[in-house]
C-alpha cells in the first residue's frame, strides 16, 4: 500500500492489477499468493508437498540441490545394495538367485523396489528444474504463461487481425546467464529488453519502471509461518 500512497504514484500510477487483495501487498510480476502458506512469494515456483513448504526465491536453489543429491543418492544405494547381495547369495540361476534375495533379505529387495520407483520421478523432477533454470522460468510461469501478458507481444498483422508471440522478459539471453542468473547474481526479476518487442509492449501489459520495480519486488507479506519469503 506504500507505493500506492507513495508521491512516486501520482507520477507514474502502479498497476493495481498487481495488488493481492488478501495480503495487501503489490505484487511484482514473478510473485503469486501462496494459499497454502498464506503469503505472497517471490519467483514462486510451486507448492512442494513433500517438503511441506513452497518453493520461492528464498529456497529454489537449496530445492533443485536436494533434487540432484537425492537422485544421485538414490542410485547410488541402489548399487551398494546390488553389489551387496551378489556377493552374500550364491548365484546358480537368475530365478534361484532373485527368490533367494526375496526371501532371505525382504527388506533390502523392498527398499531397492522403492527407489526403481521413486528414483525415475525424481530424475524427472531434476530435468525439468534444470530446463527452467536454462530458461529463467519457473514452474507457475510454465503452467500459467497463457495468463500472464507480460510473456506476450500483441502485434497487428492486418487490420482487424492480431497475432501473440511468445517472449521471455526475463531471459539473460543465453543458457549459461540464465544459470548464473539462477545460482549467483540472483537477478531473476529483472526484465531484458528485447528489441523485437519494445516497441509493441510500451508499459501497456507490465510496468518497466525501475523505481517501482525495485520497491514492489522489495515487499512481502508479513503473514507467513514458513519464515522464507524474504
Not at 500472464?148 to 508471440?165: D, M, N, V
Not at 545460482?183 to 526484465?191: A, I, K, L, P, S
Amino acid at each position: 500500500m506504500k507505493v500506492i500512497d507513495s508521491p512516486a504514484a501520482d507520477i507514474d500510477p502502479p498497476d493495481v492489477n498487481r495488488l493481492c487483495t488478501t495480503t495487501w501487498v503489490m505484487k511484482g510480476l514473478r510473485t503469486k499468493y501462496c494459499v497454502q502458506t498464506g503469503a505472497c512469494v517471490e519467483e514462486f515456483d510451486h507448492y512442494c508437498v513433500w517438503l511441506n513448504n513452497t518453493i520461492g526465491k528464498a529456497n529454489h536453489r537449496q530445492f533443485v540441490g536436494l533434487a540432484i543429491v537425492e537422485f544421485i543418492t538414490q542410485v547410488t544405494h541402489v548399487r551398494l545394495c546390488l553389489l551387496t547381495v551378489m556377493n552374500i547369495v550364491q548365484y546358480q540361476s537368475f530365478t534361484q538367485w532373485t527368490w533367494g534375495v526375496i526371501t532371505s533379505y525382504p527388506l533390502l529387495t523392498m527398499i531397492v523396489v522403492v527407489h526403481c520407483i521413486t528414483a525415475p520421478w525424481v530424475l524427472m523432477l531434476t530435468l525439468h528444474q534444470s530446463r527452467l533454470v536454462l530458461m529463467n522460468l519457473t514452474t507457475n510461469e510454465m503452467m500459467n504463461m497463457h495468463r500472464y501478458e507480460h510473456f506476450w507481444s500483441i502485434r497487428q498483422i492486418s487490420p482487424g487481425h492480431t497475432s501473440r508471440t511468445f517472449r521471455n522478459p526475463f531471459d539473460k539471453g543465453s543458457g549459461v546467464a540464465n544459470c548464473l542468473d539462477f545460482w549467483w547474481y540472483r537477478r531473476r526479476w529483472q526484465m531484458v529488453a528485447q528489441p523485437d518487442t519494445d516497441t509493441v509492449c510500451q508499459k501497456q501489459c507490465c510496468n518497466h519502471s525501475t523505481a517501482l520495480g525495485d520497491s514492489v519486488g522489495g515487499l512481502r507479506a508479513q503473514r507467513s509461518p514458513t519464515g522464507f519469503q524474504r
